[in-house]
T-cell receptor, first 115, second 107 residues
């Protein structure tokens, strides 16, 4: 497809379990972003990858959260020992570059529910 | 800091004009984005301002004043389908979003 894809679309897990969320960006986009959106809230920045540069991890809420981007394409966001407050929609976006007029294209999101 | 503030919700009438304001306190933003998000869907791009002034795009226009840390999104000839959340975001590599303004368009 031409857009950003994410999987799974929905994930229900038990407190304390680890989860992995996947993002496939638009081909050729060098920048990739992860955001979190809690119910009725705005988007909270988590992490930003730009080409081969070290990622900007300044938005990760705790050391239980990590992300990697392999081969400059697919990214995986991992949440270890999930807590109920981790329940949210996790959105991935990609853009051609990471600066200036870099319209970000969003994926449909993964809705995570921690019981 | 990088605080971005917008009203939480607004209501307007079909066919009318509405202005959604966004203020920010930051250095380091190159420009300002506006995104539209319908309930249960991903945000979609509306506009980007990097220079002061008004950018017009059909029924939607966006204004930026960098010196005042102020932007607004103007929606004309409102339609019911414009009911959505409107997100203001400062751009400096990553995007820093406001909490969004929930717009309800009434007949």
């Amino acid at each position: 497809g031409a857009g950003v894809s994410q999987s799974p679309s929905n994930k229900v897990t038990e407190k304390g379990k680890d989860v992995e969320l996947r993002c496939d960006p638009i081909s050729g986009h060098t920048a990739l972003y992860w955001y979190r959106q809690s119910l009725g809230q705005g988007l909270e920045f988590l992490i930003y990858f730009q080409g081969n540069s070290a990622p900007d991890k300044s938005g990760l809420p705790s050391d239980r959260f990590s992300a990697e981007r392999t081969g400059g394409s697919v990214s995986t966001l991992t949440i270890q020992r999930t807590q109920q407050e981790d329940s949210a929609v996790y959105l991935c976006a990609s853009s051609v570059t990471g600066q200036g007029y870099n319209e970000q294209f969003f994926g449909p999101g993964t809705r995570l529910t921690v019981l | 800091g990088q605080n971005i503030d917008q009203p939480t919700e607004m209501t307007a009438t079909e066919g009318a004009i509405v202005q959604i304001n966004c203020t920010y306190q930051t250095s380091g933003f190159n420009g300002l984005f506006w995104y539209q998000q319908h309930a249960g869907e991903a945000p979609t791009f509306l506009s980007y301002n990097v220079l002061d002034g008004l950018e017009e795009k059909g029924r939607f226009s966006s204004f930026l004043s960098r010196s005042k840390g102020y932007s607004y999104l103007l929606l004309k000839e409102l339609q019911m389908k414009d009911s959505a959340s409107y997100l203001c975001a400062g751009e400096g590599g990553k995007l820093i979003f406001g909490q969004g303004t929930e717009l309800s368009v009434k007949p």
